[in-house]
């Protein structure tokens, strides 16, 4: 049986969710991972930076496959704290944007690919603040 209620309208164009929305929770997920100290943007992001323009969810890539509409490939790029397990870290950044993502979205994730960009330790990120 058919359900007449149901329709075949995407979730990325009729709700609006674009690439930057997605990034924007995957980028919180990651960030709430412990062991990630930031999220490294790519040559693209720092370019629309400097010109002034704001990027939601800086440090990921969201991708939106051609076959599905629901699906979708996220890419983050996390600096790892020195004296973390780097596969560990980046096994629970997998796991928690995909997890956010899908709940906060309702887009099912196909893949999370983890790129480290650096190890930074704990004495760097505290000048920082300062």
């Not at 930076?49 to 599905?68: M, N, Q």
């Not at 490939?73 to 704290?81: A, D, E, G, L, R």
Request: charged share 30%; net charge negative.
């Amino acid at each position: 049986m058919i359900n007449e209620n149901y329709s075949q309208e995407s979730i990325k164009g009729d709700r609006s969710m674009t690439q930057g929305f997605v990034a924007q929770y995957a980028a919180e997920a990651a960030l709430q991972v412990d062991g990630v100290c930031e999220l490294v943007p790519s040559f693209a992001v720092a370019l629309k930076e400097k010109v002034g323009i704001v990027h939601e969810g800086k440090g990921i890539r969201v991708i939106f496959s051609e076959d599905s509409e629901d699906i979708s490939s996220i890419t983050v790029y996390p600096v790892i704290i020195y004296g973390k397990i780097i596969p560990e870290v980046a096994w629970e950044i997998q796991e928690r944007v995909k997890a956010d993502v899908e709940r906060f979205t309702g887009l099912e994730v196909g893949s999370v690919d983890v790129y480290v960009c650096g190890v930074r330790e704990r004495s760097d990120m505290a000048e920082e603040v300062k």
